[in-house]
């Protein structure tokens, strides 16, 4: 599997980005995660879809409100809205997709990632 991501760039405190990430290969969980520098990385937001199912998704309490996972089937192409961005939200976004259904909000949780897309909210 491999990912393509793109979507970043600088914004203005409060306006917004949307990020995206096409995969090849079969998944079944995608999820976005994001490294500030001297930080860890952390979670950011998770989907999961079966061939029956509706998808699922979860967001880290820290954009809850602000942003949105989604998922385009056909393209297979993940996209994280983001509003009402903030300074704090400054990172290198990476994507990540793995073939177990389920959520997950966890590094362990994907096999496959992407290379970074830097995200830059100024003041």
């Known amino acids: 599997v491999q990912l393509q991501a793109s979507g970043g760039g600088l914004v203005q405190a409060g306006g917004s980005l949307r990020l995206s990430c096409a995969a090849s290969?079969?998944?079944?969980?995608m999820g976005w995660f994001r490294q500030a520098p001297g930080k860890e990385r952390e979670f950011v937001a998770t989907i999961s879809w079966g061939m029956w199912s509706r998808a699922d998704t979860r967001l880290a309490s820290s954009v809850t409100g602000r942003f949105a996972i989604s998922i385009d089937n056909a393209k297979k192409t993940v996209y994280l809205q983001m509003n009402s961005l903030k300074p704090e939200d400054t990172a290198v976004y990476y994507c990540?997709?793995?073939?177990?259904?389920?959520?997950?909000?966890?590094?362990?949780?994907?096999?496959?990632w992407g290379s970074g897309t830097q995200v830059t909210v100024s003041s």
């Open positions: 990540a997709a793995d073939s177990r259904l389920g959520l997950g909000d966890s590094s362990n949780d994907y096999n496959y």
């Open positions: 290969g079969r998944t079944s969980r």
